[in-house]
């Protein structure tokens, strides 16, 4: 960040905010980088000469008089393969004790993939868990979060699902990670042996909330680098997205922005859809696949964040603590994977859809039968035996404990399908049942 | 002498522009910046300042960047060739672009100027025509597309003449015409039509007097859509919005669907563009992208131009409409719309409305909507645009300004439920809150008593009356318990089931059931409702909970079987037996 010979320096701001700083330039260009005071800023809004900038690391201890710098262009990331293996923070200066890297500059936030040039995602991802694998597969190219309470071990499954994953990238973008679950990723990763496949962009709770906002544009920078130029299969994985929300309201608040609904900024929708979006399936092997974390409030998939992230990302896993079995279980209820249709009974076996309907149906008939028994009423044989049956599924499939392979998922279905229910109860396609049935 | 302006201030994709000589609301400008031109739209005149949104990200765009205006709103490009085509919100061809990543000020023809078409006369030297009259027509697919007087044509024209028949490239001059004063005014194959003017033309829009056929029982058969009928489907996230969209679109009776793609996902669209063209048109054999454009303007792309794409998708609709053509506009979707134009407003610091949206939010909705209808061109000929639009509800919750305004607007309403979607009963559309008001219009009535077969208007409100009992029945047992109700009330909710899981449920992925003709559709619901009427006695309710599901399990594997091939037979002999 040194200044350059031919630089103007400005020294005299008009106004300060907990985020933004202004003041009067001249020549300045929109989303351009600049320094305030030795901190980075970026130029936000415009209005005559008055130029509006946020300053990433907050904007404790800077004068009226400190000095601005403009860079002349919008934050940048070095890329090349030496990018493998390191850990860097939300600017893209390493932070594991390593050197600079080389490589070519590339802004970050570029432009989408024209949706012509995509081609439809058809590769399965296994993860060895059956609420995921079973009923709810992922794709690569496909975007996925995972809703969680804060209580949830969604770091550590996260990490579970990228590990067993079959990719040539994963790319971590931390967002107030707190001080141990970046170190919890760096030490998994390191004992599984995928140093060299990792590539971590961390912000932790430590750093300024508004350096967030870099990260995620940061990770997937380098995604396209390695998915675009390298025609490798990437992994991202984002956590956690809500804090990133929470980083955009509290510049848009500070620019007296109207909120709109949960103080969230209007444009929440378009902020995210441009992160999530950049997940893709290009023509070549290349795909750029996002797993992501969203933190909920006690369950609240109605507020802004995860409501307006389940209008965009193609489906969502969502964790819950499971109060018969005492495992934390994938909720095959409120779970979706939007592309699943897309392997499964294709890259799966033929009866994969048909058995996570049933599976999933008669869980819910677990499911009123236990409303009827909390609300004090007898229970029918039915009933009983879709109780028993909700238990064992819970163990055996639902749970993000489990390590199988897909058709071990199914002959486990069938299993307990034959163990506590007729054929006909299980309502699935008859030639099916001819050749699955278990009895 | 075009305006010119110099920009002021950008927030965004809001820039300020002043201005140097008159300009319009909604006149499109050009603003230059590194060498690129970036396509914007006036949306306020305040004095000499200009309010425009700039349809391309405007990074890097500076204070003192030169604005050419064009003294004109943004058009679409009509003329044979839009079938098939892939487009974004300003109808740039997203086929002919090359690089992988959407390039800033890239523009692109959305007509093949090069390709020919075999032209017909229709109209002869010496005719007197208006606006939208029918010159000749060419082929597009198997289409007869028609080249029309241009919409902005005003008075009557004599034809002076026609090209006689050939191939042809769109800028050919097909015809010349003579206007009042006596000047001669050429006609190529191709007109521009400002995107937000409805196009008129035509001699009278009456009411619907027909349904369009889905393929979906719980549409046409609970909640039919009229031809040039209006309908939205709001709903949660993961209650099936697209899923069923996209059967309207593969199974729909039309001649031409528009789909526009407004902010939402990427791979949505491709799943469009990769299955259509492999998929069969039910009604006519053809293959399903020859009928079908597609406007994509997807959640990551410029949040100006996914306003634009709907009005986009709108016109090119009105266009095969005055041509004597069903036309069916499904948008997914309009809240992403709403949301654009929040953005907006918000960034003007207008003082916002309910959830921070425009004021004018239910205005803009009920004009887009009535731009759909069925109508009466001058030469007495049919034409109608069928608009079915998706709402995204924030939270799921109906009561938010964009539903409202959506339901005052439109007339068929398909609410998906969460609840629904939970339990896999798909299409989640909820059968007692949504509704289709042609049901009230006694032509559609008439239409429907005639077509399918006589007394079937009644027979779907007794089939929703049955829906209705079972829910209370439901609600009863759930207070009372099993033992606490009469087996009436069990008997009632399982006749509600067996609606819901023979009528309302369809498995849209399986190949037999996803598409369920008319004549399917009637033989079902008289089957069903024979089954309801029957008086049934049980001992207990374990025995009637067994005798339906036994009853359910086959009537599914009907549905699940071709239609009247043995195997449905068979089935359906089994049912036969169990309920005798």
Redesign the interface.
């Known amino acids: 960040m040194a200044n350059k010979a031919y630089q103007r320096v400005y020294t005299k701001l008009e106004g300060i905010t907990k985020a933004t700083v202004s003041l009067r330039a001249n020549g300045v260009s929109n989303d351009e980088l600049a320094v305030v005071g030795g901190k980075l800023a970026q130029v936000v809004r415009t209005k005559g000469d008055l130029v509006t900038l946020q300053i990433f690391s907050g904007t404790e201890g800077i004068p009226t008089n400190a000095e601005v710098t403009f860079l002349g262009e919008p934050p940048t990331l070095k890329v090349s393969d030496q990018l493998s293996g390191r850990f860097f923070d939300a600017y893209g200066h390493p932070i594991d004790g390593g050197p600079e890297i080389d490589g070519e500059v590339r802004q970050i936030g570029g432009p989408s993939v024209n949706p012509y040039k995509r081609r439809q995602p058809s590769q399965l991802i296994p993860t060895g868990i059956a609420g995921i694998d079973l009923n709810n597969t992922l794709v690569s190219g496909q975007k996925i979060p995972f809703f969680a309470d804060p209580d949830q071990p969604y770091n550590q499954v996260m990490a579970d699902v990228a590990l067993r994953a079959d990719v040539d990238k994963i790319i971590l973008g931390g967002m107030g990670l707190s001080n141990d679950d970046y170190l919890f990723f760096r030490n998994s990763f390191e004992a599984a042996g995928a140093l060299d496949k990792i590539i971590c962009f961390i912000n932790t709770t430590e750093n300024p909330p508004v350096e967030r906002l870099l990260v995620p544009d940061m990770a997937l920078t380098a995604a396209e680098y390695f998915a675009v130029d390298k025609n490798e299969k990437v992994l991202v994985l984002l956590t956690d997205m809500t804090l990133y929300a929470d980083a955009l309201s509290i510049v848009s608040n500070r620019m007296d922005q109207i909120p709109s609904k949960d103080s969230m900024p209007g444009s929440l929708y378009s902020d995210l859809a441009k992160i999530y979006e950049k997940a893709v399936q290009l023509p070549t092997e290349g795909s750029i696949t996002i797993i992501a974390v969203t933190t909920l409030n006690d369950g609240d998939i109605t507020h802004a964040i995860p409501d307006n992230t389940g209008y965009i990302t193609e489906g969502q896993l969502f964790l819950r603590a499971d109060t018969d079995t005492g495992k934390v279980i994938i909720d095959p209820f409120r779970s979706l994977s939007r592309l699943k249709q897309l392997v499964q009974n294709k890259k799966t076996r033929e009866d994969h859809s048909q058995v996570m309907n049933a599976s999933v149906r008669l869980y819910a008939d677990a499911q009123n039968a236990k409303t009827k028994l909390e609300n004090g009423f007898d229970l029918s044989d039915y009933d009983l035996r879709c109780l028993a049956y909700a238990k064992d599924y819970a163990r055996e499939l639902l749970a993000i404990d489990v390590n199988i392979s897909i058709t071990e998922m199914l002959d486990t279905a069938w299993k307990l399908f034959g163990k506590y229910f007729s054929p006909a109860e299980t309502g699935i396609k008859q030639a099916l049942i001819d050749k699955y049935w278990k009895a | 002498m075009k305006t010119k302006g110099i920009v002021?201030?950008?927030?965004?994709n809001l820039v300020?522009v002043e201005v140097d000589g008159p300009v319009s609301e909604n006149e499109i400008c050009f603003i230059t910046s590194e060498g690129v031109k970036m396509m914007a739209e006036v949306i306020k005149v305040n004095g000499k300042n200009a309010s425009v949104q700039v349809f391309e990200?405007?990074?890097?765009?500076?204070?003192?960047n030169e604005v050419e205006f064009e003294g004109r709103m943004l058009e679409a490009t009509l003329g044979p060739g839009l079938l098939s085509s892939?487009y974004d919100g300003l109808q740039n061809d997203?086929?002919t672009?090359e690089?992988?990543?959407?390039?800033?000020g890239e523009y692109t023809d959305p007509l093949n100027r090069e390709k020919t078409w075999e032209f017909t006369p229709l109209a002869k030297p010496g005719d007197t025509v208006q606006a939208a009259d029918w010159l000749g027509e060419v082929k597009e697919g198997w289409l007869p597309h028609k080249i029309m007087v241009p919409f902005s044509f005003e008075g009557s024209y004599k034809v002076k003449s026609v090209k006689e028949a050939g191939a042809y490239n769109v800028d050919t001059v097909i015809a010349v015409l003579t206007d009042a004063s006596g000047a001669d005014v050429p006609v190529t194959m191709v007109q521009k039509w400002p995107v937000k003017v409805a196009i008129k033309g035509y001699r009278e829009k009456p009411r619907p007097d027909r349904i369009m056929e889905t393929g979906v029982r719980v549409i046409d058969t609970m909640n039919p859509i009229a031809e040039g009928g209006t309908g939205f489907i709001p709903g949660?996230?993961?209650c099936g919005k697209?899923v069923l969209q996209h059967a309207i679109a593969k199974q729909g009776d039309a001649d031409v669907i528009v789909m526009a793609a407004c902010?939402e996902?990427?791979?949505e669209?491709?799943?469009i563009?990769?299955?259509f063209p492999e998929l069969i048109d039910p009604h006519t054999g053809r293959h399903l992208m020859e009928r079908t454009t597609i406007i994509?303007n997807?959640?990551?792309?410029p949040?100006a131009a996914r306003e634009a794409s709907v009005y986009t998708a709108m016109t090119i609709c009105e266009y095969y409409r005055a041509m004597g053509l069903k036309c069916l506009l499904l948008a997914d979707?309009t809240s992403?719309w709403a949301?654009a134009l929040?953005?907006m407003s918000?960034?003007m610091?207008e003082l916002?409305g309910a959830?921070?949206f425009p004021v004018d939010l239910s205005a803009i909705i009920s004009n887009f909507y009535s731009r759909a209808g069925m109508v009466v061109l001058n030469n007495g000929q049919r034409g109608a645009v069928t608009f079915i639009g998706t709402v995204?509800p924030?939270?799921?919750?109906l009561k938010e300004p964009v539903t409202e305004s959506t339901k005052k607007a439109a007339r068929c309403f398909y609410a998906l439920e969460q609840n629904r979607a939970?339990?896999?009963r798909y299409p989640a559309v909820g059968p007692l809150e949504s509704y289709s008001k042609y049901l009230d219009y006694p032509e559609i009535v008439d239409y429907l008593n005639k077509t399918v077969e006589e007394g079937w208007v009644d027979k779907v409100l007794a089939a929703k009356n049955i829906v209705r009992r079972g829910r209370e029945a439901a609600e009863q047992i759930?207070i009372l318990?099993?033992?606490?109700v009469p087996m009436s009330y069990h008997v009632n909710f399982w006749k509600s089931e067996l609606v819901d899981f023979i009528i309302l449920q369809q498995d849209g992925?399986d190949p037999v059931d996803s598409l369920c003709p008319m004549e399917r559709q009637r033989f079902m619901l008289d089957l069903v409702l024979d089954i309801c009427k029957k008086d049934f006695d049980f001992e207990d309710?374990?025995k009637c909970?067994e005798f339906f599901?036994?009853l359910?399990?086959e009537l599914?594997?009907m549905n699940?079987s071709v239609y009247e091939s043995d195997q449905f037979w068979a089935y359906n002999e089994s049912v036969n037996k169990l309920i005798a």
């Open positions: 002021t201030g950008i927030v965004s300020t990200s405007t990074r890097g765009l500076r204070n003192g892939v997203l086929t672009m690089n992988v990543f959407l390039q800033r949660p996230f993961g697209t902010g996902r990427a791979n669209v491709v799943e563009f990769t299955e994509c997807t959640s990551n792309m949040v979707s992403r949301q929040r953005e918000n960034r610091e916002p959830d921070a995204s924030a939270g799921g919750n939970d339990q896999k759930n318990g099993d033992d606490g992925f309710f374990e909970r599901k036994n359910i399990n599914r594997q699940y």
